[in-house]
């Protein structure tokens, strides 16, 4: 199968509809499988920059719209959505070009990775607990039961928390750190598309103002009357999260959307860093012209 990384507003996605495109008019069947949390919610099409029909190109795209906002999806879940797309291209003889998502939702599907599972009512204990007594004190909780894995989950992050502390009841142990890479599947390729920092942090500020023109607000109103606030995955989204927070009076509009630019930089940045460390990934210029960049990607398709 072949995955095509990149940071926000980098073309991979318009780049994934060309090479699916290209290698059917070769007589070789290819399928889009998102790869991007964000994009399995169904309403939530502006800020995520979802693929539009007519994006898509007649080329089927996987997993998307294929969750209700109120639903949760951890990376675990999504593994098994997205490990099951990618089962079914190859059983029909399509290969699956696989694209976006964050550094562990990719690694999730690509390599050979198991997690944790996980058990509802220690869950909801844990988020009541959250709400009682406050995330200082589940914090000082994961310190003393796995400091390491404490170290490496940042104060604030109270989903990550509550998570490592279920992890810690369920199995007696966490750790932050993932193993080795290893494809689960022989035949992976790797493809990132790369930007300067300048032309990134650029490509972003423009993205999230097309969003707001787009109407990114009226959009995440209109979500939330249909229980967004409650979706534990969704609301967390860069833009949705910042917006819902105007809505609710904590911000201006105007604060939400640079909370957005400066958000998704950080988010850029981080990832770009973590995929960095993956020497297994073919790194190609996002600015070469398309049809110089569709064939370097061609060339390094895997065989049948």
């Not at 989204?237 to 957005?260: F, I, K, M, N, P």
Request: glycine letters at 8%.
């Amino acid at each position: 199968m072949l995955s095509l990384i990149g940071p926000t507003a980098s073309g991979k996605t318009r780049l994934a509809v060309d090479v699916a495109l290209a290698l059917r008019a070769g007589g070789r069947p290819a399928e889009v499988v998102n790869t991007d949390s964000m994009l399995v919610y169904r309403g939530m099409d502006i800020g995520t920059a979802k693929p539009t029909e007519a994006e898509r190109r007649g080329v089927p795209h996987h997993l998307i719209d294929v969750l209700d906002v109120t639903q949760t999806a951890s990376v675990a879940d999504f593994q098994t959505m997205a490990r099951a797309a990618v089962d079914d291209c190859h059983r029909r003889g399509v290969l699956p070009v696989l694209v976006g998502g964050s550094a562990l939702y990719v690694r999730a599907v690509l390599d050979d990775l198991d997690f944790p599972g996980t058990d509802p009512a220690v869950r909801e204990r844990l988020e009541d607990e959250l709400a009682t007594e406050g995330l200082d004190v589940l914090r000082e909780r994961l310190v003393r039961l796995a400091p390491e894995a404490a170290a490496r989950i940042e104060p604030g992050n109270a989903r990550r928390i509550v998570r490592a502390l279920e992890v810690v009841e369920l199995t007696g142990g966490f750790t932050a750190e993932l193993p080795e890479p290893r494809y689960a599947r022989p035949g992976t390729v790797q493809v990132g598309l790369q930007l300067d920092r300048a032309e990134m942090d650029a490509r972003i500020e423009r993205r999230v103002d097309q969003m707001w023109a787009d109407g990114l607000v009226a959009e995440v109103r209109a979500l939330e009357a249909v229980g967004l606030r409650e979706g534990r995955t969704a609301s967390r989204a860069l833009g949705y999260r910042q917006v819902l927070e105007h809505l609710a009076g904590e911000c201006t509009e105007e604060d939400a959307r640079q909370r957005t630019v400066a958000g998704t930089r950080r988010f850029a940045r981080k990832q770009l860093g973590w995929f960095r460390r993956d020497p297994r990934i073919t790194w190609l210029d996002a600015l070469a012209p398309p049809q110089q960049l569709l064939d370097a990607v061609l060339a390094l398709v895997p065989e049948r």
